[in-house]
């Protein structure tokens, strides 16, 4: 969503004009491009990923022995 400086308010993408215009004052808004992944983000993902990977060979482990 585009923010209008003018407004000071947060745009819809529908209610953009054609040409991407804000619909209250008509100042034309930029495309605005979204702002990267952090990298500490990514490393708490794979980080995540490992650590419930091994609880669940842990659990299939304890499973086959007590069964």
Do not use: N
């Not at 054609?18 to 990514?42: H, M, N, S």
């Amino acid at each position: 969503m585009p923010w209008c400086e003018e407004c000071d308010a947060l745009v819809e993408d529908e209610d953009l004009g054609d040409e991407g215009e804000c619909p209250t004052c008509g100042t034309v808004l930029a495309e605005q491009e979204r702002a990267p992944i952090p990298w500490y983000f990514k490393w708490m993902l794979g980080a995540s990923v490992v650590y419930l990977g091994y609880r669940g060979y842990q659990g299939v482990t304890w499973l086959i022995a007590h069964v």
